[in-house]
């Protein structure tokens, strides 16, 4: 099994991102599953706006799209930006919006035998609403999203303080990180062994 992790923070390596360390962390977590990981931060790749495979013109989303075809476990991770997930979260969710009218070749939706997971942080309030978007986006588009299948941390209202900067992780996002792992390598073996039937 393998887990290709997205972080859509908006800020550009080498910058310091509180979702890369709590995407890093569920990584962490499906590793005690003897799923392998990679992590790679959106914003840093030239993605173009579009809904196709490809939109030209130096467009490196065919090389990230592949790295989703080739993985079992997608982790999306976003920040919260006024009660809203990162602009490059929506750009990512409308260039998998093509996948929808794909299918492999007994007629499946060509993502239905993947597993979706959620990660959001932030200062602000949030992230109850962008994780539903995200749970609605990605099952539209073919995934499965698994039991308690998310993770968050919110801030408080108003203040600086990041998850980056926290002494140490909270106890109850530690916790529901390794239920989200354990769920999520769970639900992908089962669906390795036994796809979705296809189309009668």
């Keep these: 099994m393998h887990a290709l992790a997205f972080n859509c923070t908006l800020s550009p390596s080498p910058e310091p991102s509180s979702t890369e360390l709590l995407n890093s962390q569920v990584l962490q977590a499906l ?16 993605v173009r706006p579009g809904v ?4 030209g013109d130096g467009d490196q989303w065919p090389e990230l799209r592949q790295k989703v075809l080739d993985a079992d476990i997608l982790v999306f991770g976003t920040p919260t930006w006024m009660g809203h997930m990162s602009s490059v979260a929506q750009r990512v969710l409308e260039r998998l919006d093509n996948e929808i009218s794909l299918t492999d070749d007994e007629g499946r939706p060509i993502l239905a035998g993947k597993v979706a997971v959620t990660v959001v942080v932030g200062n602000e309030d949030g992230a109850h609403a962008i994780t539903a978007d995200l749970d609605q986006a990605l099952t539209d588009v073919g995934f499965t999203i698994p039991s308690q299948g998310g993770v968050y941390w919110n801030g408080e209202a108003m203040q600086s303080t990041d998850y980056k900067d926290l002494p140490q992780t909270p106890e109850k996002v530690a916790s529901t990180t390794a239920t989200l792992a354990r769920h999520a390598a769970h639900l992908a073996r089962l669906l390795a062994e036994s796809p979705y039937p296809p189309p009668a």
């Design 52 to 55: 196709l495979d490809d939109m």
């Design 31 to 46: 590793a005690a599953h003897d799923v392998t990981g990679e992590q790679i931060r959106v914003v840093d790749h030239d």
